[in-house]
Each structure stands twice: as C-alpha cells, then as structure tokens.
Antibody
Framework: QLQLQESGPGLVKPSETLSLTCTVS??????????WGWIRQPPGKGLEWIGS???????YYNPSLKSRVTISVDTSKNQFSLKLSSVTAADTAVYYC???????????????????WGQGTLVTVSS | IQLTQSPSSLSASVGDRVTITCRAS??????LAWYQQKPGKAPKLLIY???TLQSGVPSRFSGSGSGTDFTLTISSLQPEDFATYYC???????????FGQGTKLEIK
C-alpha cells in the first residue's frame, strides 16, 4: 500500500524559508507513470496547488507562487521536497504531498488528479 | 480557468439524492476530478475524467458533464458522506491545477 508522509518544521519565522520533505513508501518515486505534487490548505479555506515534479526532475509551479517555490526530487531516498521562500502569515496552512497518476480512460490520457495523499502537516508562520 | 461550485453549502438528510455542480470559466472537455474531504483529513479522490469512479469508491457516487458544466451526484446519502467536496481541473498545459472553492454538505 502506497504511503506518503510529510516532515519538516511546524513553525517558520516570517521572511524565512519553509522546507518540507515527502517520503514515499510502498512504491517507487521513479515510475514514469506518476507526477508528485504539493498542495496546501489555509485553516478553514480551500485547496491550492503549489507545484508538481516528475522523477526526472521536471517541475511545474503555480504561477502565483512560482517566484518563491522550489520542488526537488531525491530518487535514491524515494523523497521529494518543497521549499517556499520569504514566507508571511498568509503561507500558514496544512501542506499535503500527493501522487498524480497518468491514467488512460477510453483511449485518452488524463493527468493532474491526486490519488494518494499524505496526512498533511500544519506549518505556522509566526515570529 | 476558474472553477465555481454551487451551492457553497447544502443541508440534506440520510437517504437523500444530492447533486453538486462545478462550472468552468471555459471549456475543459472531461478534464475534471472530484474529491471528498472530512475535517482534519486529507482529501480523497472520488472521480476523475469527469465520470470515472476511483477504485474503492462506493457506486452511490457518480459524476457527469463535459465542457463547462459538471455534476457530482450522491444517489442515497449515507452518514459518512457528510463532508466538503471539491472539483479540480485536469490536463491543463502548462500545468495549473485549479480547485473549486468547495461545497460543504451538512446534515439536516
């Protein structure tokens, strides 16, 4: 059974860099059939996609966060990571990592949906 | 592309048939997924490709639509279905995975 687990500091100071790692177990991050993504959810609010990475290292970011986000992958450790720089209180949220399969349906490729999620980790930005 | 869900909240009873709508600001073919989220938990994928049921999801959940208008239907509400539901755009290039604002389904 595939499992994803987020880890990292729960408290980050304003203007500093938020760093989280997602460890994947029960499956390989190096499969060509998946992307791996980060999503966040501010308290009481909706979901926001942050960015995604392929095992080869290709990355895609939400344009609204692109200038501050870096996502990387370490296939030897079966992990991928998120760095978000210059954080403010608005970056306080539960951060999730998740898998994005590439799926064939009726001869058409679909991608972008998140089928396995980590439990999420709350990151608070405060001095 | 913006996704607008309606209603934002909904009260219903066990056994009711419930429909939630997701409207895209421009046509997205069948490139849509639906999720269920319970308090304190990660979202759970219910449907992708607008109408394909994710493995393990009960058949009382169904999705339909294409282009700009999509629906999630729960045929007979069960107590465990009370949650918040989100739609999400798929297959965008360059990738931009927008979510709807959510629909909170509450017990009447």
């Amino acid at each position: 059974q595939l499992q994803l687990q987020e880890s990292g500091p729960g408290l980050v100071k304003p203007s500093e860099t938020l760093s989280l790692t997602c460890t994947v177990s029960g499956g390989s991050i190096s499969s060509s059939s998946y992307y791996w993504g980060w999503i966040r959810q501010p308290p009481g609010k909706g979901l926001e996609w942050i960015g995604s990475i392929y095992y080869s290292g290709s990355t895609y970011y939400n344009p609204s966060l692109k200038s501050r986000v870096t996502i990387s992958v370490d296939t030897s450790k079966n992990q991928f990571s998120l760095k978000l720089s210059s954080v403010t209180a608005a970056d306080t949220a539960v951060y999730y990592c998740a898998r994005q399969p590439i799926t064939m349906v009726r001869g058409v490729r679909f991608w972008g949906h998140f089928d396995y999620w980590g439990q999420g980790t709350l990151v608070t930005v405060s001095s | 592309i913006q996704l607008t869900q309606s209603p934002s909240s909904l009260s219903a009873s066990v056994g009711d048939r419930v429909t939630i709508t997701c409207r895209a600001s421009q046509g997205i073919s069948s490139y849509l997924a639906w999720y269920q989220q319970k308090p304190g938990k990660a979202p759970k994928l219910l449907i992708y490709a607008a109408s394909t049921l994710q493995s393990g999801v009960p058949s009382r959940f169904s999705g339909s639509g294409s282009g700009t208008d999509f629906t999630l239907t729960i045929s007979s509400l069960q107590p465990e279905d009370f949650a918040t539901y989100y739609c999400q755009q798929l297959n965008s290039y360059p990738p931009m995975y927008t979510f709807g604002q959510g629909t909170k389904l509450e017990i009447k």
